[in-house]
């Protein structure tokens, strides 16, 4: 690559465009953060003797000046949710990135509407969403004053929604919102319908949303107790599970819950049911104990970390960012799901042409 002349005046901005990288990516490479975000070293390499030929010198003067110009970055977070939704380092990294920008940042622990109404007296003009969004409810006319009452709460500030979940009906709440999730209806559709077609049987799940006919490939679970904890649900599901089998050939058990999965594993091994061999078990959030349990477990969840930088590139680099994104989930393949390497390839690629689809 031909380096041109050095010039003091080059920017982050300029050594992005001319290595076609993102700002965030070069930003990270100088401040010695690539390891951290993910960052190839042969990238980081590029980036650094890049910046030495062409003699640049980072502004820091000019950078704090328009870090104190610009109003707090609030980061909301809801602290009732514990099954994984949001993982304490994409938190941290966010506000680690932030800071490094010589920006305020605001962290904010709520629920949402609460939330919203502490990050606008905390004078935030942009947030960051970590809890799951849903904006399917109900019609617009039964919930007029939540909606009306929510959009006075969310006045003037620019929302960020990284866990947004998109439904087959959506009511939005939220004009000033940019959306990026999963479809997670639509990939439990598309999973279901996979396993079925592999293995011939019927798979047991939390709730369906497929047609209701005599050749629905799933059986819902819809008399789960409410009062116990996912690991006692997961030896009740265990039980259940054993119980239907008798009348109905069941190949897989999505719980949609990875503590649900750890308990459900114990008592089948403990009733000398073999994963995947006799049932493959499919699970949901993406936990790391996941991988540590007596049969590693298959499990899928949102990109956070992918939707955090997108947003963060946005916020920081004023990269440009979509309204509106459904992402194919992130899948974290074990033995549980007893799926071989081209199976997993296969399922990868039919999730992606339904993501592509649904965002078109």
């Known amino acids: 690559m031909p380096f041109p002349v050095k010039n003091n005046r080059i920017t982050l901005s300029d050594i992005a465009r001319n290595l076609n990288l993102a700002t965030s990516t070069v930003s990270f490479c100088l401040s010695g953060k690539a390891a951290q975000y ?5 990238t980081e390499k590029l980036v650094r003797e890049y910046a030495a030929q062409v003699g640049y010198v980072a502004n820091s003067a000019a950078r704090q000046l328009r870090g104190n110009c610009a109003p707090p970055i609030g980061l909301l977070f809801d602290p009732r949710i514990s099954s994984g939704e949001v993982p304490s380092d994409v938190l941290s990294n966010a506000v680690q990135t932030i800071t490094e920008h010589n920006r305020e940042v605001r962290v904010v622990a709520s629920d949402l509407f609460s939330g919203l109404l502490q990050l606008r007296e905390l004078n ?10 849903t904006e399917a409810p109900g019609s617009k006319a039964d919930l007029q004053k939540t909606l009306n009452a929510y959009l006075a709460a969310a006045s003037g500030i620019r929302l960020y929604c990284i866990n947004y979940a998109f439904h087959r009906y959506e009511t939005p709440l939220f004009p000033n919102m940019v959306k990026l999730g999963i479809h997670r209806r639509k990939i ?7 396993l079925n077609e592999l293995t011939g049987k019927q798979v047991l799940l939390s709730s369906w949303g497929g047609v209701s006919d005599n050749d629905d490939p799933a059986i819902s679970m819809l008399n789960v107790p409410a009062n116990m904890s996912p690991y006692e649900l997961g030896r009740f599901w265990a039980h259940e599970y054993l119980q239907r089998r008798k009348h109905v050939p069941i190949g897989a058990i999505m719980p949609g819950d990875d503590r649900i999965s750890a308990g459900l594993i114990s008592e089948l091994l403990a009733h000398n049911v073999k994963i995947p061999q006799d049932v493959r078990i499919i699970s949901f959030d993406n936990l790391d104990f996941g991988a540590y349990l007596p049969v590693p477990l298959t499990s899928w969840g949102v990109p956070m970390q992918k939707h955090v930088q997108m947003v963060l590139d946005c916020l920081l680099d004023h990269a440009e960012i979509s309204s509106r994104l459904i992402s194919v989930p992130e899948f974290v393949w074990r033995q549980s799901c007893g799926f071989p390497p081209e199976e997993q390839q296969k399922f990868e690629k039919n999730a992606n042409d339904l993501c592509n689809k649904l965002n078109q």
Do not use: M, S, W
Not at 38 to 42: L, Q, V
Not at 188 to 194: C, D, F, G, P
């Open 188 to 194: 439990n559709l598309l999973l279901v319908r996979y």
């Open 38 to 42: 993910g960052i190839k070293p042969e």
């Open 124 to 133: 935030c003009r942009e947030a960051i969403i970590f809890q799951t969004v």
